[in-house]
C-alpha cells in the first residue's frame, strides 16, 4: 500500500521551544491533513491543506502543502505542556493514508 | 452533540470467539470508517462506506466484517478472533460521500486483546 514517512518519530524538547516534523511520500496527494491525538483519544484534526504550496496555520501551528505535492510540514511555535501528544500527518488521494505519528515530550 | 460514539472501550477476548465493535454518529454524515492502530503503524483503514447501503474493503480486511445498518451506525466483525487482531480499533465519519477532500472525526477507540 501507499507508505508516508513521518519524521522524527519522537522529540523530547524544553517548554517554549519550536517544533518541526514533517512528512513525505512517494505518491502525490491531493490534501494533507495534520492530527494530535491524545492518550486514550481518537485524533482530532489541526490543520486541513488543500492546494500544492499552501501554508496554513492555527494558532501556534502552521502547515505547509509541499509544492511536489508528495510532502507536508507541520510547525510549532512556542510550545507549552498541553503541545504533547502523538501528531499524526494524512495524505489523501482517494482514501486517506497515516503517517506513523510524531510522540512530542515537553519538559517543563 | 456527541460527535462518534463507539462501544465497547476495551474487550478481552480468546482466540477463535466473536464479537461486534459498534460505531455511531450524530453528525447526519454519509460515510464512516473502521481503522486500527498498532504501534509504530498510524493508522491503517479496515474497511468503509461511502454512504449507506454501500461498503468497501480498506487496506487491510481479512478477518473482519462490517455493517452498516443505517446512516447512522456502522459495526465491525470479528468472527474468529485471532491474536494478530490485537489492536486500538477507531471508528470515523465524514460529510462527504469518500471524497479525498473530506475531513473525518475519530471516535474515542476500541482498545481490543486477543490472547
Known amino acids: 500500500g501507499q507508505q508516508l514517512n513521518q519524521s522524527p518519530q519522537s522529540m523530547f524538547i524544553q517548554e517554549g521551544e519550536d517544533v518541526s516534523m514533517n512528512c513525505t511520500s512517494s505518491?502525490?496527494?491531493?490534501?494533507w491533513l495534520w492530527y494530535k491525538q491524545d492518550p486514550g483519544e481518537g485524533p482530532v484534526l489541526l490543520i486541513a491543506?488543500?492546494?500544492?504550496?499552501e501554508l496554513t496555520s492555527n494558532g501556534r501551528l502552521t502547515a505547509q502543502f509541499g509544492i511536489t505535492r508528495k510532502d507536508s510540514f507541520l510547525n510549532i511555535s512556542a510550545s507549552i505542556p498541553s503541545d504533547v501528544g502523538i501528531y499524526f500527518c494524512?495524505?489523501?488521494?482517494?482514501?486517506?493514508?497515516f503517517g506513523q505519528g510524531t510522540r512530542l515530550t515537553i519538559n517543563p | 452533540n456527541a460527535g462518534v460514539t463507539q462501544t465497547p472501550k476495551f474487550q478481552v477476548l480468546k482466540t477463535g470467539q466473536s464479537m461486534t465493535l459498534q460505531c455511531a454518529q450524530d453528525?447526519?454524515?454519509?460515510?464512516m470508517y473502521w481503522y486500527r492502530q498498532d504501534p509504530g503503524m498510524g493508522l491503517r483503514l479496515i474497511y468503509y462506506?461511502?454512504?449507506?447501503?454501500?461498503?468497501d474493503k480498506g487496506e487491510v480486511p481479512n478477518g473482519y466484517n462490517v455493517s452498516r445498518l443505517n446512516k447512522r451506525e456502522f459495526s465491525l466483525r470479528l468472527e474468529s478472533a485471532a491474536p494478530s487482531q490485537t489492536s486500538v480499533y477507531f471508528c470515523?465519519?465524514?460529510?462527504?460521500?469518500?471524497?479525498?477532500?473530506?475531513?473525518?472525526?475519530f471516535g474515542p477507540g476500541t482498545r481490543l486483546t486477543v490472547l
Open positions: 470515523a465519519s465524514s460529510e462527504g460521500q469518500g471524497r479525498s477532500t473530506d475531513t473525518q472525526y
Open positions: 505518491s502525490i496527494f491531493n490534501t
Open positions: 491543506l488543500y492546494k500544492a504550496g
Open positions: 494524512a495524505g489523501s488521494r482517494q482514501k486517506l493514508v
Open positions: 453528525m447526519n454524515h454519509n460515510s
Open positions: 462506506s461511502a454512504s449507506e447501503g454501500t461498503t
